[in-house]
T-cell receptor
């Protein structure tokens, strides 16, 4: 079963606007990761936020984590047409951590209108 | 080779046939994974390997087998394909435990079972 669930399922905005996507998860985590997938391609890692971090930045990306609400958000500022993609959050399969893979949400499909 | 590669790119297979999807990485990563991606369901973990010589079951392992004879290769075998195994298959790797490390994804194999 999915650990993370993204919201909204789809988002369409104008180029230059900010895009916010949310992720909720069910059990305690060690870390939470965000990935991007362009149509027909493999996933690309964007950012990892640890459970003891509340906010993390990488370029135009800003990720927040609220472990009390079991939720995370991904903000893309000053969006560009090239940001059009699906975005997934991913968490540990088990709270104990380890190398036994991640559980992905179903993703948010972001469309940037020129 | 740079990164992680998969073969074939796509395949149409008759039900009941045996098929092996190949995955090779040149990053000397310890951990490797196989996911399937289906519309509306996101990515689901099939099998994983923490290190050469070890494998483990993921969320949807039935009908699939894997081996990890060396660090670089992680083939996925469908012993007797069924139409429900029609999907896009992604191989991924990480330097260490997936909880703490980003995963690198291959370009995917699109498999159709008729």
């Amino acid at each position: 079963s999915q650990q993370g669930e993204e919201d909204p399922q789809a988002l369409s905005i104008q180029e230059g606007e900010n895009a916010t996507m949310n992720c909720s998860y069910k059990t305690s985590i060690n870390n939470l990761q965000w990935y991007r997938q362009n149509s027909g391609r493999g996933l690309v890692h964007l950012i990892l936020i640890r459970s003891n971090e509340r906010e993390k930045h990488s370029g135009r990306l800003r990720v927040t984590l609220d472990t009390s609400k079991k939720s995370s958000s991904l903000l893309i500022t000053a969006s560009r047409a090239a940001d059009t993609a699906s975005y997934f959050c991913a968490t540990d399969r088990y709270s104990g951590g380890g190398a036994d893979g991640l559980t992905f949400g179903k993703g948010t499909h972001l469309i940037i209108q020129p | 080779i740079a990164g992680i590669t998969q073969a074939p790119t796509s395949q149409i297979l008759a039900a009941g046939r045996r098929m092996t999807l190949r995955c090779t990485q040149d990053m000397r990563h310890n951990a490797m994974y196989w996911y399937r991606q289906d519309l509306g369901l996101g990515l689901r973990l099939i099998h994983y390997s923490n290190t050469a010589g070890t494998t483990g079951k993921g969320e949807v392992p039935d009908g699939y087998s894997v081996s990890r004879a060396n660090t670089d290769d992680f083939p996925l075998t469908l012993a007797s394909a069924v139409p429900s195994q029609t999907s896009v298959y992604f191989c991924a790797s990480s330097r260490g435990p997936s909880s703490y490390n980003e995963q690198f994804f291959g370009p995917g194999t699109r498999l159709t079972v008729l």
